[in-house]
């Protein structure tokens, strides 16, 4: 993995500007992803920065929960209310394979700590991958119930080319895991929730955990898609599954002014597509992986 390096990174300070002109603009909703966002050095001071935005209704994070033990009561804190926790695997020797570096037992502790500090919502995503972890699908729902959280299985989402030990992996969809879990568990459908994203949501009658499904691939739902996304750099991406973006660091560290970075951030909606297209046959488009975006 290669590094920015910290001039080409968006400074806290900036972060916020920008979060705050987007909230004077009419956003209500942000969310922190990564990578990993808190690893980023001042990470906490950002959340509390964004917190304190007079517009703001909701602010929520992902994380790979590796500093989550120590960082949850902080976050809370701050004013995050919802939190993604990425977890593909409940092995510990598989767990290793798929993030090359990470710790199962620690990520687990994040989880309690979570649990623990009383967010508003917790939900574990998985990206499920054919002959990786959909062997696991089960033991993961059974993990969020016991845990009284929510759990979202994700179809992979081919941006750079994606594999395990030299070979290339293939999604799973959404419809295939909804029947074998259907098979296990009584599934009541839920209506939208705002802050569950894209996930078709169900509830898992006798319990408190939502199961969630998002498929990019199967049911593409850029129709209700108005998410926009900022990278670590300063890119203002209008799709995860299209390069389209305009260059908000040069805007900042510019003369220009609170309202003329708005107006082009108005303007650059244009740019917004209708869709994308992720079942080509060819190699991905996006060569972007999503350590480099975020979800």
């Given at each position: 993995?290669?590094?920015?390096?910290?001039?080409?990174?968006?400074?806290?300070e900036e972060l916020l500007r920008v979060a705050r002109l987007f909230t004077e603009l009419g956003v209500r909703k942000i969310r922190v992803t990564g990578g990993e966002p808190l690893v980023r050095k001042g990470a906490i001071d950002l959340f509390r920065g964004?917190?304190?935005?007079?517009?703001?209704?909701?602010?929520?994070?992902t994380t790979n929960g590796s500093q989550l033990a120590s960082a949850a009561r902080?976050?809370?804190?701050a004013g995050v209310r919802s939190i993604n926790i990425s977890l593909d695997s409940l092995r510990a020797e598989r767990f290793r394979e798929i993030t090359r570096v990470g710790d199962l037992n620690t990520v687990l502790r994040g989880v309690d700590a979570a649990v623990a500090a009383g967010f508003d919502r917790i939900r574990l995503n998985a990206v499920v991958l054919d002959g990786l972890n959909q062997d696991e699908v089960l033991s993961?729902?059974?993990?969020?119930?016991?845990?009284?959280?929510?759990?979202?299985?994700?179809?992979e989402m081919p941006l750079g080319q994606v594999t395990v030990g030299g070979k290339a992996l293939a999604y799973v969809s959404s419809e295939t895991l909804l029947e074998a879990l259907g098979n296990h568990y009584s599934l009541q459908p839920l209506p939208n929730n705002d802050l569950a994203g894209p996930s078709r949501d169900f509830l898992i009658n006798g319990t408190q955990t939502e199961l969630g499904f998002i498929s990019p691939h199967s049911?593409?739902?850029?129709?209700?898609?108005?998410?926009?996304?900022?990278?670590?750099?300063?890119?203002?991406?209008?799709?995860?599954g299209n390069e389209e973006s305009i260059d908000l660091r040069a805007?900042?560290?510019?003369a220009c002014s609170d309202d003329q970075i708005k107006s082009t951030i108005i303007e650059s909606l244009a740019l917004k597509p209708e869709r994308h297209v992720f079942d080509r046959p060819e190699a991905p488009q996006i060569v972007r992986f999503m350590n480099a975006t975020g979800g």
């Open positions: 993995m290669q590094f920015l390096p910290r001039s080409e990174v968006l400074s806290i964004l917190g304190a935005l007079p517009n703001l209704t909701t602010l929520a994070v902080s976050l809370k804190d993961l729902t059974q993990f969020a119930i016991e845990k009284r959280i929510h759990i979202a299985f994700i179809e049911h593409n739902f850029c129709s209700s898609c108005n998410r926009l996304r900022i990278s670590a750099e300063g890119r203002l991406l209008m799709c995860l805007l900042l560290r510019s």
